[in-house]
């Protein structure tokens, strides 16, 4: 059976003498069978305290009256006066002499000599008042010899660490920090309380009342303390058994399941103290805490009201009222609790830490550190504070700070995923790439609904030009937040870098309905642009461009602007001034050659242009039919009779007009 194959264990562990893990499967043992004396009796050999020990074999008594193994620790332990009927346990017998083979037996005269007692004592007396004499001899002798070197100290004596480099010299404080006797841890890090000179009272008990049943209680409070819930759990359920109408005993338990997070066991218990004392103020707190947890929408007002009304004076009560009114963005009357606290107590630390977080909600970074700050001087060992310090930090554009103060709150507080994302956005703005990575991996892998998480690091995958696996983390922070215009913009900008044109403007058209202000607006503009202009279609790209260049002053990004007129000039270029000069791409350009009539006495002259009677033609030669276009070059052609030709250009010939003509002119001579 498994229960009995983890017993042998347990006993095979104590025989090694691997003691946490003998305790640890027993203490499983236990949850599943608390009527077995083995276990109980076993148990009782791992424990620490003779308390513990006395209790685990009152246990085993309770169920075998006869054992006479737990009788007989009782008695050794003190609990039970001497019993002659109880034989003691037989001793083991070991055969202490045995013959020596005839081979092993010294053989020299001088080793059977001293095999004597008599001579080897006398042998160690004379060789130690030898080893004295020579001692004594040499304090007494002075150097007597002339040619002796002897050296003395002269002037002030130096220290050795001057002659160290002084790069490497440790300047000693004037107090040297004791701590006596030094704890052992087996994490990676001690505990913060360990490096501080002064020590801190710990927060006392709500309630601490005695019970029936003390010893089982007393062990199951230190098994607490000690942060070992499941051996608390096993000693609290037995004295609830004893004594079930304590409303303190099942809110303990609840304590230690809230620990283990198992929360609906713990919510259980918490409604059991209820039910049985309808008076206990902290049952009440713990069950809205736990309702919220489990349903985010729960209003609990009620139970935080009951608690406050029940007593007065409970801190836990307040801070935890103006956490849920911080949540639900009721400032005001979380800082009221806050300030009824302070009136309370203004020494508790969790008072300004609570306060900080207010402030951080409302975008008062200033006040936040402030407060963070009071809280740190109070209690350098409050874990909360240097997450708040961190978040407060990180608004307050000091990375690095920040980066410091969470990777601090990380050594002792491995399960929160949202402390790994401010370590992540920390280390992105100090450009440590891959401490970004491993920090959203981690918060993810804690909680997988965390849609911040996917979006830094799609965007780090954006960085790196790794456009797939953006589209895969932003499509994932899409999912949790759909109507986020950053989300899915940036959505849209790793598809452009997937290459994936046709959907990341189907993408940038979507965002384009979630713009609110002209910032919004002129990122879309400037991010479609690039998208259309990358999916060939420069025209559209030069639009969403000059949209952009449009906008009112202050809108968009003075890069953004540079680049939108970059893009414009490589996209529509200039046009040249105009010239009488047509554009050869478009006409080609005929050049006009009258035939002017020479003079009579042959002398060419330049003679008046005779005036133009046009012929009206609709129809026009195939041969001269001209091409409508822009900027058409007409064509005129003039024709002389009876005189020799001469090739002239006219600067009629490069006017620009609307329309092409020809026309037949005539002179009399």
């Not at 043992?29 to 004396?37: A, F, V």
């Not at 895969?472 to 997937?498: H, K, M, T, W, Y």
């Not at 046009?575 to 002017?596: E, F, G, N, Q, R």
């Amino acid at each position: 059976m498994p229960d009995d194959r983890m017993f042998q264990e347990a006993v095979q562990a104590i025989q090694e003498g691997q003691t946490e893990r003998a305790k640890d499967l027993l203490t499983r043992l236990l949850k599943t069978d608390q009527k077995n004396p083995d276990y109980w009796l076993y148990l009782s050999a791992v424990v620490d305290t003779p308390s513990e020990k006395i209790f685990c074999l009152e246990s085993v008594l309770k169920i075998d009256p006869a054992n006479q193994a737990a009788r007989r620790g009782m008695i050794l332990l003190g609990a039970l006066p001497p019993d002659d009927t109880i034989q003691p346990v037989a001793p083991a017998r070991r055969k202490w002499t045995a013959e020596l083979i005839d081979e092993d037996l010294p053989k020299g005269k001088l080793a059977r000599l001293m095999r004597n007692p008599v001579v080897r004592l006398a042998t160690i007396l004379i060789v130690g008042l030898a080893v004295v004499g020579l001692v004594v001899l040499g304090i007494s002798i002075r150097p007597q010899l002339s040619g002796m070197i002897q050296l003395r100290v002269t002037g002030t004596a130096r220290s050795v660490s001057e002659f160290l480099p002084s790069a490497t010299a440790t300047v000693p404080s004037p107090t040297p920090k004791v701590r006596s006797p030094t704890p052992t841890f087996s994490g990676t890090y001690p505990p913060l309380w360990t490096t501080l000179q002064a020590t801190y009272t710990p927060t006392p008990r709500y309630v601490n009342t005695p019970h029936p049943i003390q010893e089982a209680y007393s062990i199951a409070m230190r098994r607490f303390d000690q942060g070992n819930y499941a051996e608390m759990i096993l000693f609290m359920e037995q004295a609830i058994r004893e004594d079930p109408n304590s409303a303190d005993l099942h809110y303990y338990l609840g304590e230690a399941y809230r620990q283990m997070g198992e929360m609906s066991k713990a919510l259980d218990a918490y409604q059991k103290a209820i039910q049985v004392n309808s008076g206990f103020a902290p049952a009440y707190v713990r069950r809205a805490q736990l309702q919220l947890l489990l349903t985010p929408q729960a209003r609990v007002e009620q139970d935080f009201d009951r608690a406050i009304a029940l007593d007065p004076g409970l801190a836990e009560a307040y801070l935890e009222r103006a956490a849920y009114y911080a949540g639900i963005e009721d400032y005001a009357r979380a800082l009221q609790d806050l300030e009824t606290l302070e009136a309370l107590n203004p020494n508790d630390p969790r008072l300004y830490a609570r306060r900080a977080q207010v402030y951080l909600s409302q975008g008062d970074v200033d006040a936040a550190l402030e407060q963070a700050q009071k809280a740190y001087d109070l209690d350098l060992t409050l874990l909360p504070v240097y997450r708040i310090q961190a978040e407060a930090y990180l608004a307050n554009k000091q990375p690095l700070l920040a980066f410091e103060k969470i990777d601090i709150y990380l050594r002792y507080v491995s399960d929160d995923p949202k402390a790994y994302l401010i370590q992540g956005l920390a280390a992105i703005q100090i450009n440590k790439q891959e401490a970004a990575f491993k920090a959203m991996d981690k918060a993810l892998a804690l909680d997988s609904r965390l849609p911040e998480a996917y979006r830094y690091r799609g965007l780090l995958y954006l960085e790196l030009g790794e456009g797939q696996k953006a589209v895969n983390d932003l499509i994932e922070a899409q999912r949790f937040q759909p109507n986020s215009f950053d989300i899915n913009l940036e959505l849209g900008r790793a598809l452009l870098v997937a290459r994936r044109y046709g959907d990341a403007f189907n993408q940038m058209s979507a965002v384009e309905n979630l713009v609110k202000d002209d910032k919004q607006r002129a990122a879309l503009y400037y991010w479609r642009g690039q998208v259309l202009e990358a999916g060939q279609n420069p025209r559209a790209a030069e639009r969403d461009y000059q949209r952009l260049l449009d906008l009112p002053e202050g809108a968009a990004e003075a890069e953004w602007l540079e680049f939108a007129r970059a893009r414009l000039l490589v996209l529509n270029p200039p046009t040249a001034t105009p010239t009488l000069t047509a554009t050869p791409s478009l006409t080609p350009t005929v050049t006009l050659t009258p035939t002017p009539t020479p003079t009579l006495t042959g002398t060419p002259t330049r003679t008046p242009l005779p005036s133009l009677t046009p012929t009206a033609s609709r129809t026009l030669p195939p041969s001269l039919t001209p091409t409508i276009s822009r900027t058409p070059t007409p064509t005129l052609t003039e024709a002389a009779s009876r005189t020799p030709t001469r090739t002239a250009t006219s600067a009629a010939a490069t006017r620009t007009t609307t329309r092409t003509a020809t026309r037949t002119p005539t002179r009399t001579p």
